[in-house]
C-alpha cells in the first residue's frame, strides 16, 4: 500500500533527491553534447568558407546558375518579387528587434533574467559576428544588370539567414516548453519553414548567391548551439524549466503566466 506524505511535509525536488555526482555526469553529458553539436555545425561552415575563398569552380557553377535562374523569372514576375521582399522583411534586423523586445521583456516579468540575457547576447552576437565575418571573406554581392532588389554590404554569409537561423531557434528555446502535442510541431516545423522561406526569399532577390545563404544558416546553427551551450553552464537551463513550465499545473494560467496571456 503506498502511503501519501502528509501535507506539510517536506517532499524534495527530484533534483533535490538525486545524487550529487548522478547530477555531475548529467551536466557532463550536456556538455560533450552540446560540444559534439557545435563541432558538428562549425565544420561545414568552415569547408563552405574555404571553398569560396578558393572560388571552388563547381559551387560558383551552382552559385550563378541558381542566381540567374530566379532572376530571370523575377524580372518578369512583379508579384513574386513583392512577396519575397515581404517574406525577406521577416529575417531583418529591424524585425528582430521588434520581435524579440517583448519577448525580452516578458521573460524579464517572469524573473528569468538569465533567459533574457541569453536572448540578447545570441542575438546582439549574431549580428556581431556576421560583420566580422563579412568584413574578413569581402564577397561582393551579385552583379546584375536590371537588380529587382537592392542591399548594402558585404556578401558572405547572409545576414538574414543567419538571423533568421538564430532568432527562430531562440523563439523555439523559449517557448516550446509551454506547447505540447501538436502545437509544439506545428511551432517547429513553422520555424523551419520561415528560415527555408527567408533564406529563399534572398536568392531570388538577386541580393545573395546560395553559397550565402547556407553558410548564414549553418553559422547560425553554430552560433546559436554555442551560445546555448554557455547557457546552460550558467545554469539557466534549470531556471527556464522551473519557471517557465510552471503554469502547467495552473489551469487558470497561459502563456504569460500571472498575466493570463
Known amino acids: 500500500m503506498t502511503v501519501m506524505p502528509h501535507e506539510?511535509?517536506?517532499v524534495p525536488p527530484p533534483s533535490e533527491s538525486r545524487p550529487s555526482g548522478e547530477l555531475s555526469a548529467r551536466a557532463g553529458a550536456r556538455g560533450?553534447?552540446?560540444?559534439?553539436?557545435?563541432?558538428?555545425?562549425?565544420?561545414?561552415?568552415?569547408?563552405?568558407?574555404?571553398?569560396?575563398?578558393a572560388r571552388w569552380a563547381p559551387l560558383l557553377k551552382v552559385d550563378r546558375g541558381t542566381g540567374d535562374t530566379l532572376h530571370r523569372y523575377a524580372v518578369a514576375h512583379g508579384g513574386f518579387v513583392a512577396v519575397m521582399q515581404l517574406i525577406s522583411n521577416f529575417g531583418s534586423s529591424v524585425f528582430w528587434v521588434v520581435a524579440l523586445t517583448p519577448v525580452v521583456a516578458w521573460l524579464l516579468w517572469r524573473r528569468l533574467p538569465r533567459m533574457a540575457l541569453f536572448v540578447v547576447v545570441t542575438m546582439a552576437g549574431s549580428s556581431l559576428l556576421n560583420a566580422v565575418v563579412k568584413s574578413s571573406v569581402h564577397r561582393l554581392r551579385p552583379a546584375l544588370s536590371d537588380p529587382v532588389a537592392r542591399a548594402q554590404g558585404l556578401s558572405f554569409p547572409s545576414a538574414h539567414a543567419q538571423a533568421a537561423m538564430a532568432?527562430?531557434?531562440?523563439?523555439?528555446?523559449?517557448?516550446l516548453p509551454v506547447l505540447h502535442g501538436a502545437?509544439?510541431?506545428?511551432?517547429?516545423?513553422?520555424?523551419?519553414?520561415?528560415?527555408?522561406?527567408?533564406?529563399?526569399?534572398?536568392?531570388?532577390?538577386g541580393v545573395h548567391y546560395v553559397s550565402d545563404v547556407v553558410a548564414g544558416i549553418v553559422l547560425g546553427a553554430a552560433w546559436f548551439a554555442a551560445m546555448a551551450a554557455a547557457f546552460n553552464v550558467m545554469g539557466a537551463d534549470r531556471e527556464r524549466r522551473a519557471h517557465v513550465t510552471a503554469p502547467r499545473s495552473d489551469s487558470s494560467q497561459g502563456l504569460g503566466g500571472k498575466a493570463g496571456v
Do not use: M, N
Not at 532568432?167 to 517557448?175: K, M, N
Open 32 to 53: 560533450v553534447l552540446a560540444a559534439t553539436s557545435l563541432a558538428l555545425i562549425a565544420i561545414p561552415f568552415s569547408l563552405l568558407l574555404l571553398l569560396v575563398q
Open 167 to 175: 532568432g527562430y531557434a531562440v523563439l523555439l528555446l523559449v517557448f
Open 8 to 10: 506539510t511535509e517536506h
Open 183 to 205: 502545437w509544439r510541431r506545428t511551432g517547429a516545423t513553422l520555424a523551419v519553414l520561415a528560415v527555408l522561406a527567408i533564406g529563399f526569399s534572398r536568392i531570388a532577390l
